[in-house]
């Protein structure tokens, strides 16, 4: 970009102005470098010999093939932060999918007035036994990778594990989770605007757009008795790389985390669990903040590919995202039960 002139450049900058003024190259922010004291006793990573029994919950075969499928579909969209064409058919797919799998998308669309960018959020709710709900969310948009500053921010990206493996995992599952007797309502959600819109996270306040949104609609509607409660959530954000390493995020609920490190010895997957420890600022936060218990499954610490134009199909497999699948099937019954009233012919019956 730089060897072809200011002029180009400028012209780029311009035609990209949507892409936000962003200004310099850093990792996105986590926690890693911010010593967990003692006192946090959340932060602390889970007694992994103290797990509690889960039974794993067999995925069908195709689930990773089929997610696979879903992130090949939306990668070839190309580039999908808001107001790209990309942005625009990978919403329309999600829509398409979710009415094939017999739910009714729901979409909500805003323009935030300081930063004058049109987002959109969709969810789509399987019913269950209560009424209460377990989200099972991703993010859609993809990082914005043109006008930056810095030319090494700035190359093609299509964001394949980093937006598509949560959109192609999520995807997948709503049939099977359809067929499901599920407990909880689920409500699967995907979220625009979780990516910072500067190159860096900062203190966040230029992203998380989607969650921020999302999370105080569902309190005003709470308040107003139009909604039934979000008991927790389960995310999912980078799951499908082929050298597959999950982090146990440790902003993440302690008693989540040990349903998630649970589901994954239930599954034999452990191996690609928890193998490093670090707090990540991700869609999760907003629930965290009104005390919506919140798990982030983020293959974040040792991923090479994160923000790089290598985040590509080819560095994604069929048998991460099965795996990853299987393991949010096996934390399933353990959130119910930890989580959500069902009513019953006597009444209200809890697992709590
Ligand atoms: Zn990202």
């Known amino acids: 970009m730089a060897s072809k002139g200011p002029a180009l450049l400028l012209l780029v900058i311009a035609a990209t102005a949507a892409c936000f003024g962003a200004t310099l190259a850093t990792r996105r922010q986590t926690d890693a470098s911010i010593p967990q004291t003692p006192t946090d006793d959340n932060a602390l990573p889970v007694d992994r010999k103290a797990a509690r029994k889960l039974t794993a919950v067999p995925a069908p075969d ?42 009714t998308p729901v979409r909500d669309t ?4 300081k930063e004058r960018i049109t987002f959109t959020n969709l969810h789509a709710t399987i ?3 209560s009424k209460e709900r377990i989200a099972l969310a991703c993010h859609h948009d993809t990082k914005c990778t043109q006008g930056h500053q810095d030319p090494e921010n ?28 599920n407990k909880a309502s689920i409500d699967l959600i995907f979220f625009d605007g979780e990516e910072s819109l500067d190159w ?18 569902h309190r005003d509607k709470l308040l107003l008795g139009e909604e039934p409660p979000i008991r927790a959530l389960v995310l999912l954000d980078m799951v499908g790389r082929t050298d597959l390493a999950i982090d146990e995020e440790t902003k993440s609920t302690r008693s989540m985390r040990e349903i998630l490190w649970a ?18 600022s991700d869609d999760h936060v907003p629930f965290l903040e ?6 982030d499954l983020i293959d974040l610490a040792s991923n090479p590919h994160w923000h790089k134009s290598t985040d ?39 697992g709590r």
């Open 62 to 103: 195709w689930l990773g093939e089929r997610a696979f499928a879903h992130v090949k579909a939306v990668t070839a969209f190309g580039m999908r932060h808001p107001g790209t064409p990309g942005w625009s058919r990978q919403l329309d797919y999600i829509d398409t999918e979710l009415r094939k799998a017999g739910l």
């Open 110 to 113: 805003w323009t935030d007035r």
């Open 127 to 129: 019913p269950g036994s």
């Open 154 to 181: 700035n190359f093609h990206f299509v964001g394949a594990n980093d937006g598509g493996s949560g959109v192609g995992l999520l995807l997948a599952l709503a049939p099977v989770l359809q067929q499901r007797q």
């Open 200 to 217: 860096r996270w900062g203190d966040g306040s230029r992203a998380l757009f989607g969650s921020r949104r999302f999370v105080k609609r």
């Open 263 to 280: 589901a994954a010895v239930a599954t034999g997957h452990q191996q690609h669990f928890f193998g490093t420890a670090q707090g990540a």
């Open 290 to 295: 009104v005390g919506i218990p919140s798990v």
């Open 312 to 350: 590509t199909i080819e560095n994604m497999s069929a048998a991460s995202i099965q795996k990853v699948g299987e393991v949010v099937l096996t934390m399933l019954p353990a959130v119910e039960a930890d989580h959500v009233v069902v009513p019953t012919a006597g009444g209200l019956e809890s």
